[in-house]
């Protein structure tokens, strides 16, 4: 199992950025790099506990499909997204929104396993995890941005 911990610091209000981080819309636009396209489930708005979305994207240059259930929301503290179709043998992500005096912390605690065995935690530990992490920040700086420059 791989643990990823971010954190981002956000100069906006804790229910502004929570619900960005769980608007579909935004997350289309925030990575375009990968042409990630929600096609079932939710497909726009802003996902809600015990709702499903199923991304298309392409990463490492190969076509993915990504089907997600929103298995805990607490507005506008947490939610978590855990994957129950996917390329990973697992796959959970919380999301925890914590209220500072200058606006919001956003912590990313993703964890998960790589299917495949040996061949699986090799290429996590070569590519994937830092692949992920790249991946996410670019998201957090991209809500961080879009909130910032709002307010």
């Not at 643990?3 to 956000?10: A, S």
């Not at 979305?53 to 990463?59: E, I, L, M, N, P």
């Not at 790589?114 to 998201?139: E, Q």
Request: hydrophobic share 35%; with cysteine.
């Amino acid at each position: 199992m791989t643990t990823i911990y971010l954190k981002t610091l956000i100069k906006a209000p804790i229910d502004q950025t929570f619900d960005l981080a769980r608007s579909i819309d935004f997350h289309i636009k925030s990575s375009e790099k990968t042409k990630e396209r929600a096609i079932a489930g939710r497909t726009s708005g802003l996902i809600e506990l015990k709702e499903t979305v199923t991304w298309q994207a392409k990463h490492f240059g190969v076509s993915c499909i990504h089907k997600s259930l929103i298995t805990a929301l607490e507005y506008p503290n947490n939610f978590t997204d855990e994957m129950i179709r996917g390329h990973f043998k697992t796959f959970k992500h919380q999301h925890i929104f914590n209220k500072t005096h200058s606006g919001t912390e956003m912590i990313d605690i993703v964890e998960y396993e790589t299917p495949y065995g040996v061949l699986g935690r090799l290429f996590d530990i070569i590519l994937l995890k830092k692949y992920l992490i790249t991946f996410l920040t670019t998201r957090n700086q991209a809500i961080k941005l879009h909130l910032e420059n709002k307010n």
